[in-house]
């Protein structure tokens, strides 16, 4: 929670808002992103996990900074490219490496996969394979908040190619007329698949998106934790408070490529190069040791412990029981409810 | 350790990758991030980095497929051993196949030679599923019925009839089921293609005696249908089954060609066969043929059937000629001689029921005339009481008509000389 | 039915029996919200809301932007966190913008997430042809909903299944998609007070007859109860089952039917090709009912072609009760 006595306006935000123990157990969440990614490549690669699956390496700072305010009964949904809002979000790192490996144990029991682990105990309502389905869905989780008057607020997440669907401007507008408790959360990492947001969206900012549903719409640096949270923090407490939605849009860039398939014709090295410079999670570490909350050898250590957390997930996963194949179409409906 | 290189799968689908070029050689040192072969796939061509700086040993041939997550070479840091290719920690090294000893490929099969599905639509009754499965449970052959539906689709209706009669009939007439090939009545003499005789209901072989002397320079053959004459007793399901019997004593004749003339019952039966052994039979005559019309009059023959004695019988055998005055009482005695048997007597008014119910004539031959190829005629006398000899007008231009005007059902017995001669003319 | 004691049965249309329904729940149940475009002060196009914003207030009564596939989402959204949305498109052909939602996160969320979430969501579909509203506005897109495992799909055909198959929706976990014929809106039934359920799931059997079977959907139950009126003169009994719900199919009653009479004919007003017809037959087809057939099963179903403007061109397209008399007779006297 946001510590209301650090006010020195020369302090980051992040570092005046929370504790040590959050930031650190936030650097932590970064690090098991980034690590629990690198495992999931190395295990498809190595054939391990069918399908595909869409990285979110170089994303860390959006996805924790933008659940730093949320607590587990605050919603969010999420998109392909989703595996770091569940980590932030609180999953468990062993029912979503048993989820890529399609067992019982996963997630969605190995019905999902990468693209649709949800959490909804911890509140999350859900990855989703459709660009942009996510968004009337996370106002829907909205508007059962205020009707049912929880004081839930749902964080939206979604990418710069949902912001040219329609069900982004439908959803934008229905959140902004009922004023419901919602934050849209755009993480621009540049590309739409290989279409760069210059070639297709006309706007310079998505954020500038918002003025079209009269909410406040703001752009900052995605890769910049401490600025990801003061957006996204404002934005969550002018939800919970009653005065509705906002739009924050994360620039950002993904390492990889848009899905395990890409071939990388559409950007170049050294873009990629210049902006792993610019990588959240070394950012994040240098600012928690500039201000004295950690040292190379508590970062060290987070490291491998990281480390060990994720080898424990996946080993977890390869041991944890395939689904029956009887079991093949158990939950499209409910179970029959006693009359 | 050295550092493994491994076929990396980049696509959802893939499940093993080939070497297409090492922009490396053996033993050269690469440094990580750098480009060292490109991998083919079935969709894409793509270059693979190093994974690590080092010395490259034990790369697999070019043109080699991989499968994904097996070693295709290892980096070998500064001063690190190289010696034989390192036991993988993880599970599952395929080894790599050669490009030249790749598996044939499975050859395409060869298609099965199928059956002509026109041929085996044309032997199977057309009939509807609860047609079947009545026919099924009551041991029925449902080559045995007509269909009433269309296309001459049997319906289960087509099925429940015979059932009825078959399960629920009021008694019927009883008599024992024989076994045994139908009597088959030969002449000695004669040369050149054999002329088949088949006899109408309630007659038997004699009945062909007056005509006899004008076709004995051929040799000639009765048939006697079933429950009659020396022909065993059997309950018919239906006209299928009797031309199917006649037939088989016709096919165990031998005969390359025959000439067939029928009579009245006998022949619907010789038109059928006529229709099913087209290549053996180089010439037909019809003698007031049933099948050729629904009507028949049913009176007559119930009366027949059920008479047991000259006094009963003699009134309906009238009804058969023109002029009744040939029908003595001699005649009529030594008829109902022949008819003497009671189990004879069932047999035939069983057989009647199926083939003439309520007076009508159950089976269709008018199509069959249509296809008929060989010579063929119908004789009919146009006093005819039992079979309307209008029905002969449906026959297509091809089959001659011979219409007698004052003759009856019987016209070989009526004006034997002129029936005669009309057909050994015709020989 | 189950019903409570101490109901009265009046007299009431098929729209205020929707409506009846709709406001059992709301009074009962906080968490039930309505959800569409102008269904508040406006009363919904068909009038079925009628007045129930007055009763109920615009936060339960929600008149929705002209958004279909945005407004679908926040109802499925809503049904995933708690609220009982019942979401009223105007016209059943206007869900063609909200298939996303629908078929992609509505139908398969339960499944994708392994059970951990249920969509608990009502959504009504004004559907059919007949009123002169031309191409977009009539279609019968009920089998596109029925092909999604995840769905369940009803066609009330009588005042007293809408009210009781809707309020049978309410009670289900999953989605439920209720397809309501408009010209049935103004047919008076005779419908039961109170609350009381209609199984999903469960068709029913209008009129008993030995001959042939019709199996109808919706507007075509009370054709073919028409036809099955004029047939009886003839000798022939048809005997007449409602099916009511699609998916999933019942086909006990179906089968029993058809093992009864030996001949099937399906009726509806969707296009003939690729819809209900198709899988009622394939499955007597593919059951131990197929030894009891005695003709080919016939389909009577809309044209393949769009429904038109021109009233009698109109009527042309979809099947009327001679052309049910014409069928059913072919049928049950063997000629077909």
Known sequence: MPDSTATDRNVPYAIRAYSPDQLIEALRKMYLIRRFEEGAEDSYTRGLIHGTMHLSIGQEASAVGACMSLTDDDKITSTHRGHGHCVAKGADLGKMFAEFFGKETGYCRGRGGSMHIADVEKGNLGANGIVAGGIPIAVGAALSAKRLGTGAVTVCFFGDGANNEGAFHEALNMASIWKLPVVFVCENNRYGMSTSTERSTAVKSIADRAAAYSMPGERVDGNDFSAVTEAVDAAVARARNGDGPSLIENVTYRWRGHSKSDRNRYRTKEEIAEWQERDPIARMAAMLKEHGITDDAAVASIEKDVEQAVEAAIAFAKDSPAPRIEDATRDVYSPKVAA | MPTEIIMPKVDMDMETGKIAAWHVEEGARVAEGEPIFDIETDKAAMEVEAPANGTLHHLVPEGAEVPIGAPVGWLYAEGEEVGEPPVRKTQGPERAKEPSKSEPKTETPTPAPVTSTAEVAEEKPRATPKARKLARDNGIDLATLNGSGPRGRIQAADVAVLDDRQHAAPVPPAFNNEAGPLSVIRSRGGTGTPIVLIHGFANEAAAWSPIESHLSRRPLIRIELPCHGKSPKRRLSGFPELVSDVRRAFDDLGLEAAHLVGHSLGGAVALAIADTRGNRVDGLTLIAPAGLGPDINGAVIDGIGRATRAEGLGPWLRQLVADDTIITDRYVRAAMMSRKDPDLRAAQMAMADVLFPDGTQAFDLRPAIGRLAMPARIVWGKRDAIIDWRHALGAPGHIALHLFDGLGHLPHLESPDAIGQLIAATL | ?336
């Open chain 3, 1 to 336: 039915m189950n019903a409570q004691a101490g109901i009265e049965v009046r007299e009431i249309s098929y729209a205020q029996a929707i409506r009846e329904a709709m406001d059992i729940a709301l009074s009962e149940d906080e968490r039930v919200i309505l959800m569409g475009e102008d269904i508040g002060v406006y009363g919904g196009a068909f009038q079925v809301t009628g007045d129930l914003v007055d009763k109920y207030g615009t936060d339960r009564v929600m008149d929705t932007p002209i958004s279909e596939l945005g407004g679908a989402g926040v109802a499925v959204g809503a049904a995933m966190t708690g609220l009982r949305p019942i979401f009223e498109f105007q016209f059943s052909d206007f869900a063609t913008l909200a298939m996303e939602q629908i078929v992609n996160q509505a139908a398969k969320v339960r499944y994708m997430l392994g059970g951990a979430v249920s969509v608990p969501l009502v959504m009504r579909f004004p559907a059919g042809s007949g009123t002169g509203a031309a191409a977009q506005h009539s279609q019968s897109l009920e089998a596109w909903l029925g092909h999604v495992p995840g769905l369940k799909v009803v066609q009330p055909a009588t005042p007293e299944d809408a009210k009781g198959l809707l309020l049978a929706a309410l009670d289900d976990p999953d989605p439920v998609m209720i397809f309501e014929h408009k010209l049935l809106y103004k047919m008076k039934g005779q419908v039961p007070s109170g609350r009381y359920t209609t199984p999903i799931g469960k068709a029913a059997v209008r009129r008993e007859g030995g001959h042939v079977t019709i199996v109808a959907t919706a507007i075509m139950v009370h054709k073919a109860l028409d036809a099955a009126k004029a047939l009886e003169d003839e000798g022939i009994e048809a005997e007449v089952i409602d099916l009511r719900t699609i998916r999933p199919l019942d086909g006990d009653t179906v089968l029993a039917s058809v093992r009864k009479t030996g001949k099937l004919l399906c009726v509806y007003e969707a296009v003939k090709t690729l819809g209900i017809g198709a899988e009622v037959s394939a499955m007597v087809a593919e059951s131990d009912a197929f030894d009891f057939l005695d003709a080919p099963i016939v389909r009577l179903g809309g044209a393949e072609s769009p429904i038109p403007y021109n009233p009698e061109l109109e009527k042309a397209v979809v099947p009327q009760v001679p052309d049910i008399i014409e069928a059913a007779r072919g049928l049950a006297e063997g000629r077909t």
